[in-house]
């Protein structure tokens, strides 16, 4: 009992640290301007923010339609042989470190197209999204009452139009909250972006080319010498810690509100 | 689905070919990692690994259990036992980058001035305190499974205990433990799978050496490195064939590892859960 209060303190210690050291540095200057130069003051990361705004959008415009359709299929075929590959590959994708996503994408794609882009980082969270996309919505489906189909099947309406208008409504906060974990969890991912959107210190909106992003920006400022570079890794985990425990806890709140078991 | 993962698979072994052809089995047990002579050798990086992991899953068993077994038995409902839930699930919710940031700069000056009163050389960074950050990474995803399988332990089962003068604690002992022992052997499985493939904030610590250590002492304060660190800091860096496939023919290893491990603790959860 001791034990399980203890483990709740780094939590707290992490958090209470972060923002003692991050509030300070977040103002209107630091999220609108771009990374000063080393012994230059000021800067701040708005580079990072719009690019892994814009990557984190593109990968979820990619594998919530896929992951959402796969779900479907899963929870209504559940029995067929390709529904049990494909769960298994699922389970299998979820174990995939995250590290070895980053090498088969940069061959895939950084490769063929000679430069690192951040194409190929969003395809890289993507695969890391779909997962998870996937299996929240078929646990959400699963747990839909038959006879809610049942009904709608022998009042005649074709089937495709029953997963559209009855199925998907009905599961719609579960697979919501699916999608925004999803979201939670690619936001903070590193490791698969060194080797695809690579990071890149200035303002950049070309998704061919290599483009900054948070998680990217707070591994190479915090492992560097400068205390200027420190501060806006501060400054950056700050905001990442930040929006990733209120969707976190807004996800929690939806799932109570609707009453879901994920 | 399938595609995507029989593709992640096939790239792998296609890329790593020229290792595995020019340096054969070997490779596994080579003790010398030395791009410049052109040497490699994984067994730096098995060992890393598999001591940040399993120091890591040492530390955090009594944790996960501790926590399964106050939250599913003794307090399984009340706002104290769902706050003390949340928590633990959104520690699981932070980056893994920014555990990696504080640890850097919080952890390591305490770890350092801890080895200095053992007696030990004052790294700071190193095996066991990217451990002790894995540590506590990985309890909240024992933990949870661990709450979701004691509260399914059927109540016949632990009434018949109490019935036959059982105190609270020899029911846990003797019923609870026996009956959920596959499932929290699956949570520990899970969460091993996942230490194992834990980047970023182990390559923030561990300090990034590819030596092997002499004395156990020194394996397990001093620097080291992982599979998944090396891959991360060395990656962009390699410059020729068999430098870079080397590193893919590690990220294939993990890959098989943490695949394999995943898929033996979920078949003994679904076992667990259908009978």
Redesign the interface.
């Given at each position: 009992?001791?034990?399980?209060?203890?483990?709740?303190l780094?939590?707290i210690?992490?958090l209470l640290?972060?923002i003692k050291q991050g509030v300070t540095q977040v103002n209107w200057h630091f999220l609108t301007n771009v990374p000063a130069p080393v012994g230059e003051t000021g800067g701040g990361i708005s580079n990072a923010l719009l690019g892994s705004l814009i990557i984190v959008a593109m990968s979820s415009i990619v594998a919530i339609p896929v992951g959402i359709l796969?779900g479907i299929y899963l929870s209504e075929n559940p029995h067929t042989r390709l529904a049990y590959?494909?769960g298994?590959?699922?389970?299998?994708?979820?174990?995939?470190?995250?590290?070895?996503?980053?090498?088969?994408v940069?061959?895939?794609i950084v490769k063929p197209l000679g430069t690192f882009s951040a194409i190929s980082g969003s395809i890289a969270l993507a695969?890391m999204m779909?997962p998870i996309v996937?299996r929240s919505t078929e646990q959400t489906l699963r747990l839909l009452p038959p006879s809610l189909k049942e009904a709608a099947l022998s009042l005649g309406v074709p089937y495709h139009r029953v997963i559209l208008k009855v199925i998907v409504p009905c599961g719609f906060a579960g697979i919501l909250s699916g999608i925004m974990l999803s979201i939670?969890?690619i936001?903070?991912?590193?490791?698969p972006l060194?080797?695809t959107a690579f990071g890149n210190p200035y303002l950049s909106y070309a998704i061919t080319k290599p483009m900054e992003t948070l998680?990217h920006l707070?591994?190479t400022y915090?492992?560097s010498p400068y205390d200027d570079w420190?501060n806006l890794?501060?400054g950056a985990?700050f905001i990442?810690?930040m929006f990733?425990?209120l969707l976190?806890?807004f996800t929690?709140l939806i799932t109570r509100k609707w009453n879901i078991q994920l | 689905m399938l595609l995507l993962v029989v593709g992640i698979l096939i790239t792998l072994i296609i890329e790593s070919l020229p290792s595995i052809k020019s340096l054969g089995i070997g490779f596994l047990w080579g003790k010398v990692w030395d791009p410049v002579q052109n040497i490699y050798g994984a067994y730096p990086f098995l060992i890393g690994t598999l001591l940040t992991s399993f120091i890591a899953l040492i530390i955090s068993i009594p944790f996960s259990y501790a926590i399964s077994i106050y939250l599913g038995e003794y307090n399984p409902k009340g706002w104290l036992s769902n706050l003390l839930k949340n928590t633990i699930e959104l520690i699981a919710a932070v980056p893994s980058i920014i555990y990696g940031f504080w640890g850097l700069f919080v952890l390591v000056p305490i770890i350092r001035s801890f080895e200095m009163k053992i007696h030990v050389a004052p790294y700071g960074i190193g095996v066991f305190t990217s451990s002790l950050i894995l540590a506590v990474m990985i309890i909240p995803y024992a933990a949870s499974l661990g709450i979701t399988l004691i509260r399914m332990v059927p109540s016949p089962l632990k009434e018949g205990a109490y019935a036959l003068g059982a105190t609270r604690f020899e029911v846990i002992r003797s019923v609870i433990m026996p009956y959920t022992r596959s499932g929290l052997f699956a949570g520990v499985l899970l969460s091993l799978g996942r230490a194992l493939g834990e980047t970023m904030a182990v390559t923030m610590l561990i300090g990034n050496t590819s030596a092997v250590a002499n004395t156990i002492k020194d394996a397990i304060f001093g620097p080291g490195n992982t599979m998944a660190s090396v891959i991360a800091n060395e990656f962009t860096e390699a410059d020729h064939t068999v430098y870079l496939s080397a590193l893919i023919e590690l990220g294939l290893v993990l890959f098989f590892v943490t695949v394999i491990i995943n898929l033996i603790g979920k078949r003994i959860i679904t076992k667990f859960t259908n009978s």
């Open positions: 009992m001791f034990l399980a209060f203890v483990i709740t780094p939590l210690i992490v640290y972060i796969t590959y494909s298994l590959c699922v389970d299998i994708l979820q174990g995939v470190p995250s590290i070895v996503v980053g090498i088969v940069y061959f895939w695969i779909l996937i939670a969890r936001i903070g991912e590193t490791a060194l080797f998680p707070i591994y915090a492992t420190h890794a501060w985990s990442l810690l990733v425990l976190n806890i929690k | -």
